[in-house]
């Protein structure tokens, strides 16, 4: 487990590319050019993210990442603070399993060990 979120990080942070929304789909801004990737993001998931967009910057900042296992998308937003969990929401808003420390200091993690083997990519990260 901590080698596949060792890997997860070294993906996230080696990103360089700031998501920008749009209605049908998500376009990724690299300094002049645009490209459209031909994912849709699940409402509560853009909800989430401009909720983010208002809050004070997080020290890590925020990355939203997207896995795919079996057809089926899970999303996975940073809780942004110690001592909570992080969760995993499905494609249809739903939370899936958490994971994270919690205030007793307790390590949970109730996410199957199947996720391990999704694909992922960033969908947003918080470049501000």
């Known amino acids: 487990m901590k080698i596949l979120m060792l890997i ?3 993906l996230l942070f080696s ?3 700031q998501i920008v929304e749009s209605d049908a789909h998500i376009a990724i801004k690299e300094e002049t050019e645009t490209m459209e990737i031909k ?3 699940p409402q509560c998931i853009s909800e989430r993210i401009e909720e983010i967009k208002n809050e004070k910057i997080r020290n890590p900042p925020t990355i939203v990442t997207e896995y795919k296992l079996n057809g089926k998308r899970y999303y996975l937003i940073p809780s942004g603070c110690c001592d909570q969990y992080d969760y995993i929401i499905d494609e249809n808003c739903k939370i899936v399993c958490s994971k994270g420390v ?3 200091g307790k ?4 996410c199957a060990n199947e996720l ?3 694909s992922s990519n960033v969908i947003w990260r918080d470049l501000r």
């Open 8 to 10: 997860i990080f070294s």
């Open 15 to 17: 990103c360089k590319s």
């Open 39 to 41: 994912t849709q993001i």
């Open 102 to 104: 919690g205030i007793d």
């Open 107 to 110: 390590f949970k993690n109730t």
């Open 116 to 118: 391990k083997y999704a």
